[in-house]
């Protein structure tokens, strides 16, 4: 395949079956959300069984448009069906007696309300991180470059880069790379070069020889 043939970002079904129509269970996030506080990079894309309408509240159901929060996907991820991201805003309370949120049922206006939480902080995905099939990423969850978050894993605070995780919560299970090539990765960043010089080092990109991707 060479570069003209490989999808653009802003294509919003970038898989084509093997009749030519559109798979439309696979979607590049770019082309399909159009939210103020979701962010995706380029070619980072979703899959889902049941492929919904808008994939915006599929993925994140509580991040609203007036959310104080964001949520920022990189480029190149890789987000399996059933992967959920429960933003800020489904907080409530928990410092104080009771967690219930009264405000949102009535009584009043919700601003500034006593039972409703303070903003909460925002979540982050780096590049080319793969999040197995349903995950659940908590609020303020910052996940490294290169990450692999396990199947069903409950994903809160800090993923390191190029960590495999898994579990519930999940641990680091191991480093995919020495600290030493992961700093070189990190100083590499093929995600931020043109796609055509991607595909043309697709090979030593999904391979394992960091030496000769280092000299490109």
């Not at 079956?17 to 070619?43: C, S």
């Not at 309300?113 to 909460?120: D, L, Y």
């Not at 349903?134 to 396990?150: E, F, R, S, V």
């Amino acid at each position: 395949m060479s570069h003209n043939d490989f999808p653009a970002p802003d294509c919003a079904y970038p898989v084509r079956l093997a009749n030519g129509e559109k798979h439309v269970g696979t979607v590049f996030l770019a082309a399909v959300i159009e939210h103020p506080r979701f962010h995706v990079g380029d070619y980072t894309y979703a899959s889902a069984h049941h492929p919904p309408d808008d994939w915006a509240t599929h993925l994140a159901p509580y991040l609203f448009e007036f959310s104080p929060e964001t949520l920022t996907l990189g480029k190149f991820c890789q987000i399996a069906d059933g992967v959920r991201f429960i933003t800020a805003s489904a907080n409530h309370r928990c410092d104080g007696i009771s967690s219930f949120p009264f405000a949102i049922f009535g009584g009043g206006p919700i601003e500034g309300r006593p039972s409703m939480p303070g903003p909460g902080p925002d979540t982050t995905v780096g590049h080319d991180v793969w999040i197995g099939q349903g995950a659940c990423i908590l609020p303020g969850a910052i996940i490294g470059n290169g990450a692999i978050i396990g199947a069903g894993s409950v994903v809160a605070g800090p993923v390191p880069d190029y960590a495999v995780v898994a579990g519930n919560p999940a641990r680091r299970i191991r480093n995919r790379f020495s600290p030493h090539d992961i700093e070189r990765l990190l100083q590499i960043r093929w995600w931020d070069w043109p796609i055509s010089k991607i595909l043309e080092n697709e090979r030593l990109i999904c391979g394992a020889d960091l030496d000769a991707l280092e000299k490109l």
